[in-house]
C-alpha cells in the first residue's frame, strides 16, 4: 500500500496466465467492475499477441510478395535474353546458309514434327498417268521423302502438276495419315512436230504439250514447218489415201504454209499440189506400185502438176544414165 492508502500489483500475472484480482482504488468499492484503466489493460493484454501476430503475417506477405515480382522479372529477362540470342543464331544460319542447306537435307522443322507425330508421306499414288513418268509427276509436283502429309501444300502441287502442258487436268488429295493421291487427265499426243531444230509433242489443236527426250513417242505423225501443228489432222487425211504406203511416209513438210511435200523413209521426196493432195497421193500409190519407184534412185517426184509427173534423179543415177544414153546415141549414130 502506498502513501495514498492504494493497493500496488505488478501486470506480469495477466501476461503469465496468472490469475489476475482487480485492485480496489481509493474511493471505489470492489463490486465485481473494473476501472477505466484496468479495462484498457485487459483490452491490450488481450489483443496485443493477434495484432503482433498480423504485423509479423503482413511483413512476411510482403517480402514474398517482392520475391516473386523478382523471381518472374529475371525469368522475363532470361527469356527475352534468349529469344534474341535465339534470333540472332537464326538470322546469322540464314544468311549464312547453313539453315537453308539444313532444310535441303532433312526437310523443314515443322514437317519433321509432322512425322515424329506419325504424318509422314509414305505413299503417293498417281492415277491416269499415261505419258508422264512418276518420276517426272514427282519431280514437277516438288514432292520428296522430306515433306510430310500434315504441312503439304495440294493446292501449290496442283498449280506445279498445272505447269506441265501435257497435263489438261489434275486433282490432289490427302488420305490421312500418310497418303496422297494424285489424279491427272492428260492431253491426247498426236504428232510430232519439228521447230526451229526441236522435236515438240502436239496435242490435236496443236498444242505443243513437251519437248520429245525420248522414244515414247516416235510412233506418231512427223511434221515439219511453220504452222504444220495445227494441220496434222489434215496430214493424216492425205497419207490415209497412200494405203499401204503409208509405213513408208516418214514425215510431211509444209512448205510456205500452203502444200505439203512428203519425206520418204529412203529419202525421197514426194512434193504434192496445192489442191485436192489427196488425188496425187492416190496417183503416186498406184505408180510406185506399179513401177517399183521407191526401189529406183529417185531424189524426188513432182506432182504439183496435175496429170503428170517429174523424177529427179541422183546425181550418181543422172551420171550412168548419161553415159548409158551416150553410148547408145553411139551405137546408132544419133548425135550427142
Do not use: C, H
Amino acid at each position: 500500500m502506498d502513501g495514498g492508502r492504494r493497493l500496488l500489483r505488478s501486470l506480469k500475472g495477466t501476461l503469465t496466465g496468472q490469475p489476475f484480482a482487480r485492485p480496489a482504488f481509493a474511493g471505489l468499492q470492489d463490486d465485481g467492475r473494473s476501472s477505466s484503466r484496468g479495462a484498457e489493460l485487459s483490452t491490450y493484454s488481450a489483443f496485443a499477441p493477434r495484432r503482433m501476430a498480423a504485423v509479423r503475417r503482413r511483413s512476411s506477405f510482403d517480402r514474398s510478395t517482392f520475391l516473386g515480382r523478382l523471381l518472374r522479372a529475371r525469368a522475363t529477362g532470361f527469356v527475352l535474353a534468349a529469344a534474341l540470342l535465339g534470333g540472332s543464331f537464326l538470322y546469322g544460319a540464314v544468311r549464312g546458309g547453313q539453315y537453308q542447306a539444313f532444310v535441303d537435307a532433312n526437310g523443314a522443322p515443322a514437317d519433321m514434327l509432322a512425322k515424329v507425330l506419325g504424318f509422314d508421306l509414305d505413299m503417293v499414288t498417281i492415277v491416269g498417268s499415261r505419258g508422264l513418268l512418276e518420276t517426272e509427276v514427282l519431280a514437277a509436283a516438288g514432292i520428296t521423302d522430306r515433306n510430310s502429309l500434315l504441312f503439304l501444300d495440294v493446292a501449290e502441287v496442283r498449280d506445279r502438276l498445272r505447269q506441265i502442258p501435257l497435263i489438261k487436268e489434275v486433282s490432289v488429295r490427302k488420305l490421312y495419315p500418310d497418303r496422297l493421291l494424285i489424279e491427272l487427265v492428260e492431253r491426247e499426243p498426236f504428232a510430232i512436230w519439228q521447230k526451229d531444230g526441236k522435236l515438240l509433242v502436239v496435242a490435236t489443236d496443236g498444242t505443243p504439250i513437251q519437248e520429245l527426250t525420248d522414244q515414247r513417242f516416235t510412233e506418231l505423225p512427223f511434221v515439219v514447218g511453220k504452222g504444220a501443228n495445227e494441220r496434222v489432222a489434215e496430214f493424216l487425211r492425205i497419207i490415209d489415201g497412200a494405203g499401204d504406203l503409208r509405213a513408208r511416209i516418214r514425215a510431211g513438210i509444209l512448205v510456205g504454209e500452203r502444200r505439203w511435200t512428203l519425206k520418204m523413209t529412203n529419202g525421197l521426196d514426194v512434193k504434192l499440189p496445192e489442191n485436192d493432195p489427196e488425188a496425187a497421193i492416190a496417183q503416186f500409190a498406184r505408180l510406185a506400185r506399179d513401177a517399183r519407184l521407191l526401189d529406183k534412185d529417185l531424189v524426188s517426184i513432182d506432182l504439183r502438176v496435175p496429170g503428170r509427173m517429174y523424177a529427179r534423179l541422183t546425181e550418181e543415177a543422172a551420171a550412168t544414165r548419161a553415159e548409158a544414153l551416150s553410148r547408145n546415141r553411139k551405137k546408132t549414130g544419133a548425135p550427142t
